[in-house]
């Protein structure tokens, strides 16, 4: 019987690689596409779709022309180049037309200005945005509505100015009254001395100014207005006025006061049970009857006013969403305080319910913008609806359909998604909870 | 000897009605309302000069005055001598239509992108974003616009159906062919469905005022019948479950007692389908559905889901995952966990979002004007406000209207919302 002398390994086996359907490619694709008859079904189905909108979409997307001076001789180079009955898109109208879709009819000689003005509006909303910036920036924010105005809408300079003054008379007259009356009564002695400034003094102190010192620009008319150029003014003003007025109703709607409450309910029920139609058409139609006999003033100073309301009346929803989610104990916490009702909201209660509605907020925002192309249907220029018409009406462009479409909806789309990434960058700053 | 002695009564003075917190909010509320009724009686003034120096008058009369001019969706009877009162209430009617079909496709729509956005497969997910995304940041007029085109351009002519004898003889075929079973055909001016018909219906029930079609009140009477019977018994089946442990097999009973009824009903009245027929230079027959409602029912709807999505995405994902593993624990199936467990909570948070989407898409209908659907807006607030020059009534008229839909849904919304709420004490 011979020795016996078990097998023992001395060195460990190198670890086998896993299977093939275990690893790289094909796990990754087991397991998040073809993980069950079902997500098999999905993926086919997924494909499927992708592959249709590419051989739809992809020709004519690679087809395209952009250099010719029509919708026919566009057509004849598709044919010559890529064969008779070949579809491609004639990009074409875009570099022929794009400054009315930005522009409207803007005399073209003036572009700097919208431009200049679109430039600054950066540098103004800056320091809103980032709080990183210098607060001395905030100053050009001030100013910049009035700067905007004569830029876009050229006149004399001194009628902004002399309008901001008004802003001017109200913080003087504050100062001056605050010591004796208090805040309530000397804010309102403020606004009715800046209403007093802008009806009586308002008009000959700018024709005073304006003739010891003119200083001009072409004025443009509001008709002249369209593209994006008509919806960022209405957007970014409708924007910016809307977030203090929604602040306000939403606090007026949680006041203790009766009255104060039920006309805010009364304000937000209403503009938000109509569509947003019927109130472009009262700017349109009915404004001329609500107001003094002979009155009459730009429409799109109309437009921006009614959708004001409408982006407001939202805003204080979303608002007061946040109100009622902040705890009672901060309400309560303030009060032991011994803060006032309007430092108690300014220090401790609107920094926190608008941080909790920013999401709500931003995207309130991001339906005001879409919605102003719905001016087209009170005869202005949207980019949309209004400029494409206005291009398909010229021989040259007549029976295009999906280009104009194509090109305003992407400008749309980056503007809006990166608004709301904004927003959810915003949001993951803001974050002080550490769930 | 203690005695309790009152805080000494400021005498009342003039600055108190400022300073004073007991009178402050009496002061503020008088201003207020001051102010509120100067602005109103500025308003109403300013309205009585204006209508006097236009030599208008304000009143309502104009609605019974024959309309003349025609529509061209009615979904009850109309005709260009009805009143402007009847073609407000025909564009009523239409704006009805478009909001509940496009509500009903954007739910199912919505809820199907919200649910595949969080399937783990990584191909449906990243296509339902890339839905989701496109479809919230562009505006609905696009949509609208887009929808309208891609009718109108990209559909063949009716004489793209007609088969001549010349092509016969050659054995081509023609253009273009209906689609589904060849019963629906989708032309450049319209989509033409197949209509339903009985043979043998009933009079229409003429009530005081009102005129109805009885042969759809009698098949929707059947139809609530057997639906109630049907609840009857899965209420009966609950009850045997509870008391013995077992539940009676049920769902034979209620496929009975919902079509059988129906399915008879049908087939007394003769029911049948009027498919569309190309005649000369049309299809006739069927029903002929608008381009223009097509383009904007499924325009708002599609734009619509897109929003529902992410309501039932972000509605699903605040249920935590410990309920379903508690579910699972318990020995619940998934089918059962979905509906016992999940949904019920996950309801809760989707339905106050899900009811002002619901009312976005109502007020959305008045879009109808961006491809000349007779809504409304076009009825009352087009056609006949330029007809009869009477803006302030009829666009008074219109936002009355659109104002009492709006609180209706939502109003009806919320009592369902308190009936699925999480009942607390």
Avoid at chain 2, 322 to 346: C, H, K, N, Y
């Amino acid at each position: 019987m011979g020795e016996f002398t078990p097998f023992v390994r001395t060195e460990m086996l190198a670890p086998q690689a896993p299977p093939v359907s275990q690893r790289g490619a094909i796990r990754w694709l087991r397991e998040n596409l073809f993980s069950g008859p079902l997500n098999t079904v999905l993926t086919l189905l997924g494909l499927a779709a992708l592959l249709w909108v590419v051989s739809h979409l992809g020709p004519w997307l690679l087809h395209s022309v952009w250099n010719a001076n029509s919708l026919t001789e566009c057509r004849e180079i598709i044919a010559a180049t890529w064969g008779e009955g070949a579809s491609g898109a004639c990009w074409a109208m875009v570099r022929d037309r794009w400054h009315q879709y930005l522009f409207g009819f803007y005399p073209s000689p003036l572009y700097w200005r919208p431009t200049l003005a679109f430039a600054l509006l950066f540098v103004a909303i800056a320091p809103v945005l980032y709080s990183q910036l210098p607060r001395k920036l905030l100053l050009l924010t001030a100013v910049y509505p009035a700067l905007t105005f004569w830029l876009l809408w050229g006149g004399s300079i001194w009628v902004p100015v002399v309008a901001m003054m008004g802003f001017g008379v109200f913080a003087v007259v504050f100062r001056l009254a605050q010591p004796r009356f208090g805040v309530p009564v000397s804010a309102g002695l403020g606004a009715v001395a800046t209403s007093l400034w802008w009806m009586f003094a308002q008009a000959p102190v700018a024709a005073v100014l304006q003739s010891i010192a003119p200083v001009t620009l072409t004025s443009v008319d509001s008709d002249q207005f369209g593209g994006f150029l008509l919806s960022v003014v209405i957007g970014v003003t409708a924007i910016s006025a809307s977030l203090p007025m929604g602040i306000l109703l939403a606090l007026g709607r949680k006041s203790d006061m009766l009255l104060v409450r039920t006309l805010s309910v009364g304000f937000i029920e209403f503009i938000r049970g109509v569509p947003l139609i019927t109130l472009l058409f009262t700017a349109s139609l009915l404004l001329q009857y609500f107001l003094p006999p002979g009155s009459d003033f730009d429409i799109i100073l109309r437009v921006i006013i009614l959708v004001t309301f409408f982006a407001a009346a939202y805003i204080a929803e979303v608002i007061r969403g946040g109100l009622a989610a902040l705890p009672r104990g901060q309400y309560e916490a303030a009060d032991a305080l011994g803060l006032d009702y309007w430092q108690a909201q300014r220090l401790i209660i609107m920094p926190q319910a608008l941080k909790i509605s920013i999401p709500g907020i931003v995207s309130s925002f991001i339906g005001l913008f879409k919605d102003t192309t719905l001016v087209a249907f009170v005869g202005l220029n949207d980019p949309l609806k209004g400029i494409t018409q206005i291009v398909r009406a010229d021989i040259n462009w007549k029976g295009i359909y999906w280009e104009p479409y194509l090109f305003a909806g992407s400008i749309f789309f980056l503007i809006c998604f990166g608004m709301s990434r904004y927003s959810m960058w915003l949001e993951r700053k803001l974050k002080t909870d550490h769930r | 000897m203690a005695f309790v002695q009152e805080p000494p009564k400021d005498a009342f003075r003039l600055g108190m009605l400022i300073y004073d917190t007991r009178y402050r909010s009496i002061t503020i509320q008088v201003v207020v309302l001051v102010l509120f009724l100067l602005f109103l009686s500025w308003l109403v003034n300013n309205t009585i000069a204006n209508l006097a120096l236009k030599d208008r008058t304000f009143d309502f009369a104009f609605l019974f005055a024959r309309s003349g001019y025609d529509i061209n969706q009615t979904l009850v009877d109309y005709t260009n001598d009805s009143s402007h009162l009847r073609a407000a209430y025909i564009g009523l009617l239409n704006t009805l239509l478009s909001a509940l079909i496009g509500c009903a496709l954007a739910t199912v729509l919505g809820v199907t992108v919200g649910v595949l956005r969080l399937s783990r497969n990584w191909l449906i997910s990243r296509l339902m974003t890339v839905y989701v995304e496109i479809f919230r940041n562009v505006p609905v007029l696009l949509w609208i616009l887009l929808g309208a085109a891609i009718l109108s351009e990209a559909t063949p002519a009716p004489a793209d159906y007609r088969v001549t004898e010349a092509m016969q003889a050659a054995g081509e075929a023609p253009k273009a062919s209906m689609v589904l079973f060849d019963s629906v055909a989708i032309t450049t001016r319209g989509i033409n469905i197949p209509a339903p018909m009985v043979e043998h219906g009933l009079p229409r029930l003429e009530l005081p005022g009102i005129s109805l079609n009885s042969n759809l009140l009698v098949f929707f009477l059947v139809l609530g019948a057997g639906l109630y019977a049907d609840h009857r018994i899965r209420a009966h089946a609950r009850r045997v479950q509870e008391a013995t442990g077992l539940r009676p097999v049920t769902w034979w009973k209620s496929l009975a007692v919902i079509f059988v009824p129906t399915i008879g009903l049908l087939m007394l009245m003769g029911f049948h389908l009027d498919y569309p027929v190309l005649k000369k230079f049309n299809f006739t027959g069927g029903i002929e559905v608008l381009h223009s409602f097509t383009a904007l029912t499924f325009a708002l709807a599609v734009y619509t889901a897109a929003f529902i999505a992410e309501i039932v995405r972000a509605g699903i994902l605040a249920i935590s995952r410990g309920q379903s593993e508690a579910a699972f624990a318990l020995g619940l199936r998934p089918g059962r966990t979905m509906s016992l467990v999940i949904l019920p909570q996950a309801l809760r948070v989707i339905i106050p979002p899900l009811i002002s989407q619901y009312l976005n898409l109502t007020k959305n209908t008045s879009l109808a004007i961006a491809v000349s659907y007779m809504d409304l807006r076009g009825t009352l607030g087009g056609v006949t406000l330029n007809q009869t020059g009477k803006e302030l009534e009829c666009m008074l008229l219109m936002m009355g209207i659109y104002l009492t839909i709006s609180l209706t849904i939502s109003s009806l919304m919320n009592l369902f919302n308190r009936a699925v709420k999480l009942k607390e004490r």
